[in-house]
Structures are given as structure tokens and as C-alpha cells.
């Protein structure tokens, strides 16, 4: 017969157990309190700051300060600026200038392998024991490689995972920067470097394209500087080394020359065959003569005449000089020409005398046609060195002309060159200025403003722990395992109670004997 179980044995069930395990409640009571204030200890003290920054699209306010500098068009949003901004703020390399500026990395490792305090001390002790130690027996064992510390990198992942609560109100334009530091000073500095560094870097992000230009502007100038200084000194010693002022003018100067030198072979061809036709009618009519022959045969052999001719050779090749250099009016070339003059009426003389010495007596005519053709003669040798001289003149001109032409081609490159550096310099130079000022003068697509700096009293209690939170909340813990803990106990046990023999033994009860 099966027992109906009455409210007396449902009080039973529920008083019955934390009475009996009485001790052990007591003892799980006290336990999980004392563990629940010695595991509050061992977290270290945390104070909050928050900062909060206003995030609002920027309209485009930024003048057009230089023609050459083409800015970009207008972007359309389709997200919220805060919402980019939060993630610029939680971003890994913001966590990690955090790090190295407040020097995070460096209280990990202390904390780790130089604990400053008690509570670290433990903390150490503990996790020395449930963790270092079996890894360094793995690792001996060869079931583990032994890995390098990063300290740099896990305090990058301690702050981005513990020390900062970074989040947007809904519906709002307010950005919410908590940063949780081990003293009120820290998490201040930390909450306000953030806000203020990501001002900067939206900025920076907003202008890299000119940042990127204004680096590489600045880095060219002096390698510019530098081959322009270069190119200059190989044009001042190519000048230098050809003694060349200005070669253009006298490629110029130079070609009037040659012009009048073959004005001068023209007209002096002119003459030699005016004065050839001459010479051959005189000797035409003195062909039958015998004293025709007199000049080649006498004159030719006189040492005196030939000095004479190599005289006026050597005056005419420099007259032909001077005229190539300087005018007809010039004091040099006067004086020659005089010369040149006496030197012919010099020969004239002597050949006549020749002539006179070496004929017997003439007629009139005949002596006329004869010193008619000795002068033609004269002229005509004349002519002819004046014609070599000037031949020769010309050839030296026009190949000093061509020298000076590939002088000047080269001059020219090199000319060429240092414009061209200097205007690329002057470039750059100029690049570098306006894109400084750009740089100085943008303007961000959003506009960010902060509106409460993060700030702690120095007085100010940890936000965490907070042990008008813990004590209540570990009483209630600790009450709750002591009484659960009977209970698990029973339901483990084995033992039946008196209206249970029924359902266990699956026999009904005789008897029951009262409790006395």
C-alpha cells in the first residue's frame, strides 16, 4: 500500500536536511564568504573614467587655398560618424599607443615577475601553481614548446579585452569612453589621450593623401638641391674650361666673318680673272717678242725679288687675318694694308730695274706693254695668296664656327638642365609651403568636440570592487551554498526515509512505532 505523503513530510524533506548537516552548513556558510572576500581582495583596485566626445557630420568649410591643389568630392554617409569613430577607438594600433605612451607593458611585467605588493605576490603564488608550473613540467617533457614573452602584445590584449569600455548611446551622437586604470591619475590620463588622439587621427585620416605628398615634397627638395648644385658647377666649369661668355654671339660674329671672307674670295676670283684676260692680251701682244720672256727668265732667279714676294705673302695671310677679325677702318689693318702697298711698289721697282738692266733699249710702246704686264704679274701673285690666304681664313672660321656649335649645343644641355632642375626645385619648394599650410588648415569630415573630459578624484573609491556590492552579494552566495549543500548531500545519499520503505521495498508496513 503506497504512503500518501502529507505536508508534514514535505516539511520534513525541506527542514530536516539543514538540520542534520547542521556542521556542514555552517562550514560551507563561512567558507564560501571568506572565499567570496579573499577572491574580491585579490582583484586590483579599478577606478573609471569617462570621456565623452560629441561626433557630428562637418560641412566642408575649407577654402580652396591654391588653384593646384584639387580636393576631393563630397562622400555620402551612410553609417553614423560615431559609429566609424568607436571603431577607430577600440582599434588595435589605439590600444597599443596607449600601451607604449603610459607604459602598460612594463607594469605587466612587474606584476608578473616583480610584484610590488601582497595582493600581486598571491596572485602570482597562484598562478605560478595552477599554471606555470605543470606548463614548465610540459615543456620539459617535450609535450609543450617554450614561447617568447611579448609583454608589448599581452598588454594590448589585457587593455583592449579590461581596460576600456568604449560605446555609443542609442540614438545619440555621444561617444562614451570608459577606461578602467589601477588609479584614478591612470584612467584619466588614458580616457582623455584617447578622445584627444582620435581628434588628431580622424584628422589624419581625413588628410593623408596631402600628408603622404607633403612627406614625399619634402624628402625630394634636397636630393633636388643637391643635383641642382651639381648641375651648376658642371655648367660654370664647362664655361670655364671653353672660355665661353656667350656662344650664340659669336657663332654670330663668327658667320659675318665668313660672309665677308667670301665676299672677299669672290671678289678677289673676280679680279684674278679680270687680271688673267689681262695678262694673257699683254702677252699676246708681246707673244712675238722675244723680251717677253725676259721677266721669267731673270726676275724669278732675284733673290731680293723673292724675298720680296714671301714678304707680301706673309702681309697678305695676316691682312686676311685682321680683315676676318676687324674692319677695314681698323688702326692694325690700315697699317698692314700701307705696308702691303709699299712692299708691292717695292717689287714693282726692283723688277723693273731688272727688266731695265737686262733689255736693251725699248720703244715707248713696247716698254709700256712690258711694265703693264709686269704689273698685271704682280698682281696677279697678289691675288692669288690673297685668294690661299683667305681660303685658308675661311676654313678656320668655319671650323671654329662648328667647334663653337657643338660648344654651344652642349652649353645649351647643360643650360637646359639647370632650368630644368631649378624649376623643379622651385617646385617641390613651393609644394612643400602650400601643403604645410593645407595640412595645418584642414578640416575633418566630422566634427568632434569633447564634452565632459574624463576625470577621478584622487579620493574617489575603486569603481571595482566595490565591497558595498561584494559583501551583501557574497552573503547572499554564501547563504545560498549552505543550504543547497544539504540538499545535494541528501539526493547523494543513500539513505529511506519511513515513508519511503513502502516504495523501495515495494511491501506495505505492518507498524510504525511511535517517537517517544
Known amino acids: 500500500m503506497q504512503r500518501i505523503r502529507t505536508p508534514q513530510h514535505l516539511l520534513y524533506e525541506v527542514l530536516y536536511p539543514p538540520f542534520k548537516w547542521k556542521g556542514l552548513v555552517c562550514l560551507a556558510f563561512i567558507s564560501t564568504f571568506l572565499g567570496v572576500i579573499a577572491g574580491t581582495y585579490l582583484v586590483t583596485p579599478q577606478w573609471e573614467a569617462t570621456a565623452k566626445i560629441l561626433v557630428r557630420e562637418n560641412p566642408r568649410l575649407q577654402p580652396v587655398l591654391f588653384k593646384e591643389l584639387v580636393r576631393p568630392g563630397e562622400q555620402t554617409q551612410k553609417v553614423k560618424p560615431s559609429s566609424n569613430i568607436v571603431e577607430i577607438m577600440i582599434s588595435r594600433e589605439m590600444a597599443q599607443e596607449a600601451v607604449e605612451k603610459f607604459g602598460l607593458d612594463k607594469r605587466l611585467y612587474q606584476k608578473k615577475n616583480e610584484p610590488p605588493d601582497l595582493r600581486d605576490k598571491v596572485k602570482r603564488l597562484i598562478t605560478n601553481l595552477l599554471i606555470e608550473y605543470p606548463k614548465s613540467a610540459l615543456i620539459a617533457i617535450g609535450l609543450l614548446e617554450e614561447e617568447e614573452k611579448d609583454y608589448v602584445a599581452d598588454a594590448v590584449d589585457d587593455f583592449m579585452d579590461d581596460w576600456e569600455d568604449i560605446s555609443t548611446a542609442e540614438e545619440s551622437d555621444v561617444v562614451s569612453i570608459g577606461i578602467w586604470g589601477e588609479t584614478p591619475q591612470l584612467a584619466t590620463d588614458i580616457s582623455n589621450f584617447i578622445a584627444e588622439r582620435t581628434m588628431t587621427k580622424t584628422l589624419e585620416l581625413a588628410n593623408i593623401n596631402n600628408v603622404k605628398a607633403y612627406e614625399f615634397a619634402k624628402s625630394q627638395l634636397p ?32 658667320m659675318n666673318r665668313i660672309d665677308k671672307v667670301e665676299a672677299d674670295i669672290a671678289q678677289v676670283e673676280g679680279d684674278r680673272k679680270e687680271n688673267s684676260e689681262k695678262i694673257r692680251e699683254l702677252k699676246s701682244h708681246l707673244d712675238e717678242q722675244e723680251k717677253g720672256i725676259i721677266e721669267a727668265g731673270f726676275i724669278a732667279g732675284n733673290t731680293l725679288v723673292v724675298n720680296l714676294k714671301t714678304s707680301l705673302a706673309e ?23 700701307n705696308k702691303i702697298n709699299e712692299t708691292k711698289e717695292t717689287l714693282r721697282q726692283e723688277i723693273q730695274k731688272i727688266v731695265a738692266s737686262k733689255t736693251e733699249t725699248m720703244s715707248p ?24 690666304s683667305l681660303s685658308s681664313t675661311r676654313k678656320s672660321l668655319k671650323d671654329t664656327t662648328m667647334a663653337l656649335s657643338d660648344k654651344s649645343t652642349e652649353l645649351g ?16 619648394q613651393t609644394q612643400v609651403e602650400e601643403l604645410q599650410i593645407l595640412n595645418k588648415s584642414a578640416i575633418s569630415d566630422v566634427d568632434m568636440r569633447v564634452i565632459d573630459p574624463g576625470f577621478v578624484p584622487e579620493s574617489a573609491d575603486p569603481s571595482w570592487p566595490s565591497w558595498k556590492i561584494v559583501i551583501p552579494v557574497g552573503f547572499l552566495v554564501a547563504l545560498l551554498t549552505a543550504l543547497v549543500f544539504p540538499f545535494v548531500i541528501e539526493y547523494w545519499g543513500d539513505s529511506v526515509r519511513a515513508w519511503e520503505v513502502e516504495e523501495v521495498l515495494g511491501k506495505p508496513i505492518a507498524g510504525e512505532i511511535p517517537r517517544a
Do not use: C, G
Open 223 to 254: 636630393i633636388v638641391s643637391e643635383k641642382l648644385k651639381a648641375a651648376e658647377e658642371q655648367l660654370r666649369a664647362f664655361k670655364r674650361d671653353n672660355s665661353i661668355a656667350e656662344p650664340d654671339e659669336e657663332i654670330k660674329i663668327k
Open 315 to 337: 702681309q697678305e695671310a695676316t691682312l686676311s687675318s685682321l680683315r676676318a677679325e676687324k674692319t677695314e677702318k681698323h688702326p692694325d689693318v690700315i697699317a698692314l694694308q
Open 365 to 388: 710702246i713696247y716698254q709700256n706693254l712690258v711694265e703693264r704686264l709686269i704689273d698685271a704679274q704682280i698682281d696677279e701673285f697678289v691675288l692669288s695668296i690673297r685668294w690661299m
Open 413 to 428: 644641355r647643360l643650360a637646359r638642365e639647370v632650368d630644368i632642375l631649378d624649376a623643379l626645385y622651385k617646385d617641390f
